[in-house]
């Protein structure tokens, strides 16, 4: 049986009514999901590494929302830009 997900520590949370199209997003990524994970069916009865692979073959779907990129290269494009970034020590421990 499918545990809720504040018993499995999981927050909930919901779009407001001022953004309209987070609403779609999130149906739209809960169907591309359904793909893999039936409504209603309980993970235990997946693995791991399952589990990863679906996660993976999500995150290398382009999408709209990101201008045709997937979502594992917009990451890592945010990520390359905060590594970028230079921090200058003050001139008090130099």
């Known amino acids: 049986m499918l545990k809720s ?3 499995r520590g999981w927050r909930s949370t919901f779009t407001t009514l ?4 987070s609403a779609g997003s999130n149906e739209n990524i ?3 999901i359904r793909q893999f994970l039936p409504k209603g069916r309980d993970l235990s009865g997946y ?3 399952q589990l ?5 073959l999500l995150n290398i779907r382009p999408r709209k929302r990101f201008d045709w990129k997937c979502p ?3 990451m890592t494009q945010v ?7 230079k921090h200058d020590a ?5």
């Open 18 to 21: 001022t953004a309209p199209g």
């Open 52 to 56: 990863d692979r679906f996660a993976y």
């Open 90 to 94: 003050p001139a008090s421990i130099q």
């Open 30 to 32: 809960n169907g591309l």
């Open 79 to 85: 990520m390359e830009k905060i590594t970028a970034v």
């Open 72 to 74: 594992i290269e917009v």
């Open 5 to 7: 997900p504040r018993k």
């Open 47 to 49: 693995s791991q590494e």
